[in-house]
């Protein structure tokens, strides 16, 4: 059979690279679809985890995955065994930037690598990893078909952006997908294979390079946005205009207008980082992508203004910030996920130790907070308090960094939506004797001891 009429039958056989964020729900939902799918990870413990249907992963239940890896309909990886059997291998590893904010692509290069050792006739191969227009092409073609394979005609390459948008409620399979080939025959497989498990139907385009730049293009109109409100809250703190109800106000016009939130600073693995993979792919054409630029800026000034506010806050109540007990309340990069990367909490933090403040955390999604103080050295490690409203009593100020709704505590739940502890922001406000909210939380005005921004 050959690869259209597996797809077609779903007798394709599927491996995908890297089981996080992206991997796991990606092997859940394909497997769902009816194909059989191997996923892989370097992670033992990952693979373990998947294999004995335990999700590590707050968007993929374990009653989901164990569906899935009950009749083996996916099994997990430490190694590329399954490479050799796949008809189709997905790509989904982490693509970051290194210290000097470069793009790290070494792990799609070690993966391509690895594909090329066993590389057949009849493969797919599509990258879905976010990175700049040009990867797919200058970086893995050349290492697959180093073994005298031909693209477009012995084996498939495209690209085709994953969209995961952690703690959305949106289901899988009703995002669009985008999808280029580097030649039309990967774009026509590609797309068939991707049209078998997502409902809300795929756009094919002309190259990589154009699926490439579409995903950074949504990556880099969040982060332009975001910074521009962000700049526009720091002004706003100066006159003393509450941006929260301007943006309330700008969203009743019903067209020409998206409202985006301030933050204490964007973070995740997508939007502070994407962009630069574009900006650093630009100088290589003599071009400054001077928006990115400039909205990284005001992005990285973020977590030093909510540093001084703070500092004015307590100021105003005749406390200084050495000596004072602060709780940071949230260090996920947004609400309801358990994904710290990128967090406003690992510049705040320190900084407040390092003035002298006395800090605790609580977060029921990161029990653990690994904070490096500059870059070499143990990272110090902080633990999440145990939510009790009680002991809001015993800090000087709490700064909401990140407002949850609520958890769940699965260990007395029967069902999944029994025992959701909801936060209730009026009684943090009310218990609380200073409260910076970052992410206007407490949404009642009627409070004197909290400021918003
Ligand atoms: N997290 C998101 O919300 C999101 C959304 C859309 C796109 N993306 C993009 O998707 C890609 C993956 O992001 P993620 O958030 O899933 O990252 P992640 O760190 O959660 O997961 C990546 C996984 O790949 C594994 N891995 C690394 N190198 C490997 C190798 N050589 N072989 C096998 N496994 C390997 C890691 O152990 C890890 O489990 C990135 O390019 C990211 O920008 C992420």
């Not at 239940?61 to 890896?69: A, F, G, I």
């Not at 400054?288 to 977590?303: H, Y």
Request: net charge positive; charged share 30%.
């Amino acid at each position: 059979m050959d690869l259209s009429s597996l797809i077609k039958n779903k007798k394709a056989k599927v491996a995908v690279i890297g089981l996080g964020y992206v991997g796991l729900p990606t092997a859940v939902e394909i497997a769902k679809a009816g194909f059989k799918v191997s996923g892989i990870d370097i992670k033992k413990q990952r693979v373990d985890s998947v294999n004995k249907g335990n999700s590590y992963i707050l968007d993929v239940s374990s009653k989901e995955l164990k569906e899935v890896t009950r009749d083996k309909r996916l099994v997990a990886f430490d190694n590329y065994q399954p490479l050799k059997k796949a008809d189709i291998i997905l790509i989904c590893v982490p693509t970051p930037l290194d210290k000097n904010k470069v793009p790290d692509v070494s792990y799609i290069v070690s993966t391509a690598e690895k594909i090329a050792e066993s590389l057949r006739k009849g493969q797919l191969v599509v990258l879905e990893s976010s990175t700049y227009p040009g990867t797919t092409r200058e970086i893995i073609l050349p290492r697959l078909e180093k073994n005298k394979l031909k693209v477009g005609r012995d084996f498939f390459l495209a690209f085709s952006p994953e969209r995961i948008d952690p703690g959305n409620k949106i289901k899988f399979k009703d995002v669009p997908r985008v999808v280029g080939g580097i030649t039309r025959k990967c774009t026509q497989l590609a797309t068939e294979f991707y049209k078998c498990f997502l409902s809300a139907g795929v756009a094919p385009l002309s190259s990589t390079e154009a699926a490439e730049m579409t995903k950074i293009l949504e990556n880099t109109f969040r982060l332009v946005n975001i910074s521009m409100i962000n700049e526009l809250a720091l002004f706003c703190g100066k006159m003393g205009i509450d941006i929260w109800e301007v943006i309330e106000a700008a969203k009743t016009k019903p067209y020409g207008f998206m409202p985006f939130y301030p933050s204490p600073k964007i973070g995740g693995h997508c939007i502070p980082l994407d962009p630069f993979y574009l900006s650093y792919k630009a100088k290589e054409y003599n071009f400054w992508t001077r928006f990115i630029e400039l909205a990284g800026e005001i992005n990285e000034q973020m977590p030093h203004y909510v540093i001084t506010r703070i500092i004015s806050v307590l100021n105003r109540n005749k406390k200084s910030l050495k000596g004072s007990r602060i709780l940071v309340w949230g260090v996920a990069y947004k609400k309801d996920i358990a994904d710290s990367r990128e967090s406003a909490a690992f510049d705040i933090v320190p900084d407040l130790l390092k003035r002298g403040a006395e800090v605790d955390y609580f977060d029921p999604f990161i029990p653990k907070l690994e904070l490096r103080n500059g870059r070499i050295g143990k990272p110090q490690v902080l633990k999440s308090i145990e939510y009790n409203p009680a002991c809001l009593k015993n800090y000087d100020l709490v700064l909401i960094l990140t407002d949850h709704s609520g958890f769940h505590c699965p260990s007395k739940a029967k069902s999944e939506k029994e025992n959701t502890v909801l936060f209730d922001y009026d009684e943090l406000a009310k218990k609380s004797k200073l409260v910076v909210d970052t992410r206007n939380a407490v949404k009642s005005r009627k409070y004197k001891n909290v400021s918003w921004f």
